[in-house]
């Protein structure tokens, strides 16, 4: 996994090279999947493990942006994993070289840990939540269990620019959900209207107030697909309804949910009316 990872990271750096040889002036980001990481409550061995944990969240990031391994990562897979990532000749000259312009990532919840729940502090972590997070007793879930957390994306922009000082462009933020077709053709998903609208007002307060220089919004998404994470048709993301279910059946018509409109409407005032 971690020499996947490297040659991963490589790949990146050679790209991000070879297009700066191309057009010096070209802007060249990365994008990676983010899931902030609270602590469950303000005892020390909480917020060191999420921290343990966000570690492993900056890890592609921090190579991607700085150009270079992080000693806690490197601490990490060699003493404790017992892996050492053979390094060829003119790896970390091309790490240093093919360092990205600006940061793209996906923000769709948040996750919380308590430290007396976890048996292995040396666990990796996956995309999406935590395995080993507990509920926040402050945020609402959807019905599959994802938090829906606006202050999160604020939290997330600011941890970010903090830390990289470089632009930031979110590239997937969306709402999973069962949509019911009226008899009409209407579908009206408002639960999705309020998730974004919270967290556009929420990446306005991080500009705003904060000072992010961010440079793009793209949400999750446009037109019904299949869900990656549950690989269910009936979790649906779009503001295009498409007919088909989780068999397969279905003429594929499209349809407008009431969500498109009001997208549509963000997209013509620049986000001033959300």
């Known amino acids: 996994m971690y020499q996947a990872g490297h040659h991963e990271l490589l790949a990146s750096a050679w790209a991000v090279a070879k297009g700066k040889e191309i057009n010096p002036a070209f802007q060249i ?15 020390p061995e909480d917020v060191m493990l999420a921290e343990e944990y966000m570690r492993q969240r900056y890890f592609f990031p921090d190579v991607q942006v700085r150009g270079y391994y992080p000693s806690y990562a490197l601490k990490r897979i060699r003493t404790r994993r017992g892996y050492h990532i053979p390094f060829e000749e003119g790896d970390e000259e091309s790490l240093r070289k093919g360092k990205v312009d600006y940061l793209g990532f996906s923000y769709y919840m948040s996750t919380t840990v308590k430290s007396d729940t976890v048996s292995d502090h040396n666990g990796d972590i996956v995309n999406g939540a935590l395995p080993h997070g507990v509920d926040n007793p402050y945020i609402k879930s959807s019905d599959w269990g994802w938090s829906i957390d606006p202050t999160g994306l604020r939290y997330t922009l600011n941890r970010f620019y903090d830390r990289y000082q470089i632009p930031l462009f979110i590239v997937e933020n ?23 609208a919270s967290h556009i007002e929420a990446l306005k307060k991080a500009i705003e107030y904060d000072g992010v220089d961010l440079i793009g919004y793209t949400p999750w998404g446009i037109i019904d697909i299949v869900s990656f994470t549950t690989g269910e048709m009936k979790k649906r993301y779009g503001m295009i309804y498409v007919d088909r279910d989780n068999e397969g059946n279905g003429s594929m018509k499209r349809l407008k949910k009431d969500s498109f ?14």
Do not use: C, K
Not at 261 to 274: D, H, L, S
């Open 29 to 43: 980001g990365a994008m990676v999947s983010h899931v902030p990481i609270y602590p469950y409550s303000s005892n």
């Open 174 to 196: 969306g709402f999973g959900a069962i949509d019911q077709v009226e008899e009409d053709g209407s579908i009206h998903d408002p639960e999705r209207i309020q998730y974004l």
């Open 261 to 274: 409109t009001w997208y549509q409407n963000v997209i013509a005032t620049n986000g001033e009316e959300v």
